[in-house]
């Protein structure tokens, strides 16, 4: 590959990757702190940001699997434990953006699915800090 190509792509790929996590985990912050405590019934909001939690779902599934792949072969033994256990938490974040924008759902069960879901999200985030420093020499 073009070496400016792979250059392009990386660095786009990574952006997107970014800005996905950011909508994904901090729309369910926001909605966790702010919106719910105010709206007993948040079934609108739900149902208009379910499109763009399927988008940013399959973008950050996409982009992920891209950099993983992109990824040298040199990194360290430990790197595909780490990126395992990231991989886990952020399906559990999915999963559950998926079942909040379902209707039916009492809205302490929802408080407490965000709350999981907000700290599975610093999880993420943290791991992949780490795993930037784990491939740092690569």
């Known amino acids: 590959m073009d ?4 250059l392009v792509l990386g660095v786009l790929t990574r952006f997107l990757h970014i800005a996905s996590v950011v909508t994904l985990v ?29 988008a940013t779902s399959l973008t950050l599934l996409a982009t992920g699997f891209y950099n993983f792949f992109m990824k040298a072969s ?20 999915i999963a559950v953006a998926l ?3 379902r209707p039916g759902m009492a809205e302490m069960k929802k408080a407490n699915l965000m709350k ?7 999880i993420v985030i943290w791991i992949s800090a780490y795993l930037r420093w784990l491939a740092r020499g690569v």
């Open 3 to 6: 070496p400016t190509l792979a």
């Open 26 to 54: 901090g729309g369910i912050f926001y909605a966790r702190v702010v919106l719910l405590p105010e709206l007993p019934q948040s079934k609108a909001l739900a149902d208009r940001f379910r499109p763009w939690l399927v």
């Open 74 to 93: 040199l990194v360290p033994r430990s790197y595909h434990m780490w990126f395992g256990i990231k991989f886990l938490f952020a399906l559990h974040i």
């Open 99 to 101: 079942l909040l924008t």
């Open 116 to 122: 999981g879901m907000v700290v599975s999200g610093l």
